[in-house]
């Protein structure tokens, strides 16, 4: 298990990153995957770029992680389940099920998704007894809650370019899975107005 300045180094790696998408107009969620203290791979949300909902940041780290084990000669199945995670955000409910599926054994995350977050906000994908559904994971969120979730509410302040119906503030919540995966994931982080759900993690680790 990490230690506290490792986790804090990883994690400010993953805002780096979120803070690259940011100012390529994506979704500002970063991510970096550490193997026997060494990131081997690493992303940031690329939806926009790719026009696919699905390129979250965790994905396209995967992506990479599985490139760096055929590259130098490691078998993944042996990889993954020591790899540590650092997302910036709570990871979703379809990036949770791909985590749980690829074995990962421990994910550390900056603030809450309280609109799609599949370990602990919406579901707990990572815990719950699923059978042939991979292993549980543990997830610890909270690191650096507060710039995560700014980075997050700074895009969405400035509305996604990209969305298809982005919504406004005073809009509220969307409804449904029909419309684009960034804009109702904006919707969470724009509705309330003074954000606190979104700190609630605070500096405290939590662990789901
Ligand atoms: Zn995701």
Same mark, same amino acid.
């Given at each position: 298990? @990490? ?8 994690? %400010?790696? @993953? ?13 500002? !969620?970063?991510?970096?995957?550490? %193997?026997?203290?060494?990131?081997? @791979? ?5 939806? #926009?770029?790719?026009? #696919?909902?699905? !390129? ?20 993944? *199945?042996?990889?993954?389940?020591i790899v540590q995670l650092y997302v910036t955000c709570e990871p979703c409910i379809m990036c949770a099920g791909a985590l749980r599926l690829l074995n990962i054994p421990t994910v550390w995350y900056?603030?809450? #998704?309280?609109?799609?977050? $599949?370990?602990?906000? !919406? ?10 559904? $991979? ?20 895009? %969405?302040?400035?509305?996604?370019? *990209? @969305? ?7 809009? $509220?919540r969307s409804t449904g899975l029909g419309g684009n995966l960034a804009s109702n994931f904006g919707s969470a982080f724009g509705g309330s107005g003074d954000g606190s759900e979104y700190y609630a993690?605070?500096?405290? %680790?939590?662990?789901?």
């Amino acid at each position: 298990m @990490a230690d506290q300045g490792e986790i804090e180094k990883y994690m %400010y790696s @993953a805002l780096d990153l979120a803070r690259a998408a940011l100012a390529k107009g994506e979704v500002p !969620v970063g991510c970096v995957m550490v %193997y026997q203290g060494q990131v081997v @791979a690493q992303g940031h949300n690329r939806v #926009n770029e790719s026009k #696919n909902a699905t !390129v979250h940041a965790e994905m396209v780290a995967v992506g990479q992680l599985l490139e760096w084990c055929m590259k130098v000669g490691l078998d993944k *199945n042996e990889v993954l389940p020591i790899v540590q995670l650092y997302v910036t955000c709570e990871p979703c409910i379809m990036c949770a099920g791909a985590l749980r599926l690829l074995n990962i054994p421990t994910v550390w995350y900056g603030c809450p #998704n309280p609109r799609f977050g $599949g370990c602990g906000s !919406v579901l707990s994908v990572h815990s719950d007894r699923l059978e042939s559904y $991979g292993q549980q994971f543990k997830c610890i969120g909270g690191i650096f809650a507060e710039p995560c979730a700014a980075l997050l509410k700074q895009f %969405y302040g400035q509305q996604n370019p *990209n @969305a298809p119906n982005p919504k406004k503030k005073s809009e $509220g919540r969307s409804t449904g899975l029909g419309g684009n995966l960034a804009s109702n994931f904006g919707s969470a982080f724009g509705g309330s107005g003074d954000g606190s759900e979104y700190y609630a993690a605070g500096y405290g %680790y939590t662990e789901f």
